[in-house]
């Protein structure tokens, strides 16, 4: 889907709490993911992928869930520190032509 | 390993006027690629290299953009003449290959304000 403009989603939490942002999908023929972590005046720095073979995958705090029935995916982040604070994008793509569109940004705020 | 470099990081330009932006991809990065980024949205891809030959460039306003990478490293971005809404920040990315988009890796950007 295309983006929204200026009305970005918020998610606020503590320091120490778990973060889920979530993302809706448009293209069921999309079979490769990713999420992206964006700082402020940096460009987007990969965080994990998943294929559309794969209900979940994990890395190091986070985790990416993949529900292709309803064209959802979600990003955890486990124990969120105030360094986690950014921008989070997730994209789509259909794997063989190598072209990412990016979805709607989430705009996570991490307290002390 | 030296990222993604681009410049200028900033420009201010009136509308009308033109524009070039410059990146240097990672070292071996056969692909790469210039995305337009809006305040508050996501980046949005204008043209994709493989190489120095172009792979996607439906996205591309080509009536005022154009872009090339010669020599199958460098690329330029140059908007003339440009208008109020190209406005955003211009990132270049690149990629070891060009299925499944890799891993992107991306430049900080060039951000772009035409008054």
């Known amino acids: 889907g295309e983006s929204v403009g200026l009305h970005l989603p918020t998610l606020s939490v503590q320091e120490g709490d778990n973060s889920i942002i979530n993302c809706a999908y448009s293209?069921?023929?999309?079979?490769?993911f990713i999420w992206y972590k964006q700082e402020s005046g940096k460009g987007p720095q990969f965080i994990i992928d998943?294929?559309?073979?794969?209900d979940k995958r994990q890395g190091q705090r986070v985790t990416v869930l993949l529900n292709k029935t309803v064209k959802h995916l979600s990003l955890q982040i486990a124990a969120t520190q105030p360094g986690d604070s950014a921008v989070y994008f997730c994209?789509?793509?259909?794997?063989?032509?190598?072209?990412?569109?990016f979805g709607q940004g989430t705009i996570l705020t991490v307290h002390p | 390993e030296a990222g993604v470099a681009q410049s200028p990081r900033y420009k201010i330009i009136e509308k009308r006027q033109s524009v070039a932006f410059w990146c240097n991809p990672i070292?071996?990065?056969?692909?790469l690629y210039w995305y337009q980024q809006i305040l508050g949205q996501g980046p949005k891809l204008l043209i994709q290299f493989q190489n120095n030959g172009v792979v996607d460039d439906s996205q591309l306003p080509k009536d005022r953009f154009s872009a090339e990478r010669l020599k199958g490293v460098d690329s330029t971005l140059k908007i003339q003449p440009a208008k109020l809404e190209d406005s955003a920040v211009y990132l270049c990315a690149s990629s070891l290959t060009r299925l499944g988009a890799g891993e992107l890796f991306f430049g900080e950007g060039s951000r772009l304000t035409v008054l």
């Open positions: 998943i294929r559309s073979n794969m």
């Open positions: 070292s071996g990065h056969a692909t």
């Open positions: 994209a789509e793509n259909i794997f063989q032509y190598g072209k990412l569109t």
């Open positions: 293209n069921s023929a999309s079979d490769y």
